[in-house]
């Protein structure tokens, strides 16, 4: 085993502790809640290292960056989510490869998004990327639909040729009334998964949690985490 492949298999090992733990910690089955590990300026080769060890779900938040690396993948078994804020003009490249866009956050990417899909016979996972630090803007600092956003966004999707309503996605706030609060954030995100669920049972995928913080998003009821540095470690950036 390479140097590499053993200290991806320790950090997974670690991961797999503190999911485990935090599960039943909450009286949850380790089956419901899936790690997407976000392999976001690590190399193809880590990629290939984390499907042999087991790894299903990988995560990318630039296009730039996922694009040549899910091509450079696209022998593996994986399931590619996007989960960064995402321009119209990048839409045709990031179906290329992904099968979840977990950062739908307004109308004219529900179109472009549609558009695509159609004319690329596919159909798209879909979650709403919500935004609980929104401002009279009505959008969060890192991208996002405000709360009062979602069922007006969620009625677009969920109509949207080519598009699938999979749920909701949000990140921990940095600054506004659950800054320093995860744990609350994540519990809002669930309560409005539950308002979104009786207009659309099938949209039961609830993405929160990262390294610091994926014990609270357990805890909440969050069904997937997304977690990075905990795995791959600090490593160069590319580029």
């Known amino acids: 085993m390479t140097d590499r492949k053993t200290e991806l298999a320790a950090n997974l090992a670690k991961v797999e502790e503190r999911i485990a733990a935090a599960c039943a910690g909450a009286g949850r089955a380790r089956e419901e809640v899936t790690l997407i ?80 899909a159609v004319r690329t016979g596919r159909e798209l996972g879909c979650l709403l990327q919500v935004a609980l630090d929104a401002g009279a803007s009505g959008r969060g600092e890192r991208g996002g639909v405000a709360p009062d956003g979602i069922e007006e966004l969620a009625g677009l999707v969920a109509d949207a040729p080519g598009l699938r309503l999979d749920g909701l996605m949000t990140v921990a706030p940095l600054t506004g009334a659950y800054a320093g609060r995860e744990q609350a954030a994540f519990e809002q995100l669930m309560d409005l998964s539950t308002d979104l669920r009786r207009g659309h049972p099938a949209a039961t995928m609830v993405s929160a949690g990262m390294s610091a913080d994926l014990e609270q998003a357990v805890a909440a009821g969050a069904t997937h985490v997304r977690i990075g540095s905990a795995v791959l470690g600090v490593r160069p950036r590319l580029g």
Do not use: M
Request: glycine share 4%; proline share 4%.
């Open 37 to 116: 590990v976000v392999t976001k300026t690590y190399p193809a080769s880590d990629v290939r290292i984390l499907s042999e060890l087991g790894v299903r779900h990988v995560a990318e938040n630039r296009d730039q960056d996922a694009a040549p690396k899910a091509a450079a993948c696209a022998d593996l078994p994986l399931k590619w989510h996007f989960v960064g804020q995402l321009q119209t003009n990048k839409v045709r490249s990031v179906l290329g490869y992904a099968d979840v866009v977990q950062s739908v956050d307004r109308s004219r990417l529900v179109t472009a998004l549609s558009k695509e």
